[in-house]
C-alpha cells in the first residue's frame, strides 16, 4: 500500500514596489520584502524570517498537539527560532548563503520536566520544518 503525500504550495509574485513580493498560500495573502541590503523596503518579514517563522510556528502547534494527545498539561507554549547565514552570499559574494546553524527555544509552561521533554521528543518526530532544516544545519534546541 503507498502513502499519498500531502502538498503543500506557495506562490510569489512582485508587487509595484521595488523589494516587495506578495505571497499565497491557499487563499491566503502575505507581504515580504527585501532586506535593505537587496534594496528592499524592510517594512514586511523578509524570506529568511518566514522560513524562522515557519519552524517556530510549526514547533508551537507540534507542542499543542502532541500535549493534547498525551494529556500533558501546557498552558503556553512560546518558540524562537534563529539561524546563521553569511548575507554576503545573497548579494551576489562567492559565498555559501545557506544557513550554517539554527537556534530553537521551547517554553512550554505547565508541564514538569519529563513532560517537557516527551513533547521535545515529538517535535522531533513530528514537525516536518525541523526535519528538513535539521538536515540541513545542526539545530541546537534550549527547553525553558
Do not use: W
Not at 548579494?91 to 505547565?110: H, I, N, T, Y
Amino acid at each position: 500500500m503507498s502513502t499519498t503525500l500531502a502538498t503543500a504550495s506557495a506562490s510569489s509574485r512582485l508587487s509595484n514596489e521595488p523589494g516587495r513580493a506578495l505571497l499565497t498560500m491557499r487563499a491566503q495573502h502575505v507581504v515580504t520584502d527585501s532586506p535593505p541590503t537587496l534594496g528592499g523596503p524592510n517594512e514586511a518579514p523578509n524570506p529568511v524570517e518566514m522560513l524562522l517563522g515557519a519552524l517556530a510556528g510549526c514547533a508551537a502547534f507540534v507542542c499543542e498537539r502532541a500535549a493534547q494527545e498525551m494529556g500533558i498539561p501546557l498552558t503556553a507554549v512560546a518558540v524562537t527560532a534563529a539561524g546563521d547565514f553569511d548575507p554576503r552570499g545573497v548579494c551576489g559574494e562567492a559565498v555559501d548563503p545557506r544557513f550554517q546553524s539554527f537556534k530553537l527555544k521551547l517554553a512550554l509552561e505547565g508541564p514538569d520536566a519529563a513532560q517537557r521533554e516527551l513533547l521535545l521528543q515529538a517535535f522531533k518526530t513530528r514537525c516536518p520544518v525541523y526535519a528538513t532544516l535539521a538536515r540541513a544545519a545542526p539545530v541546537a534546541i534550549t527547553l525553558a
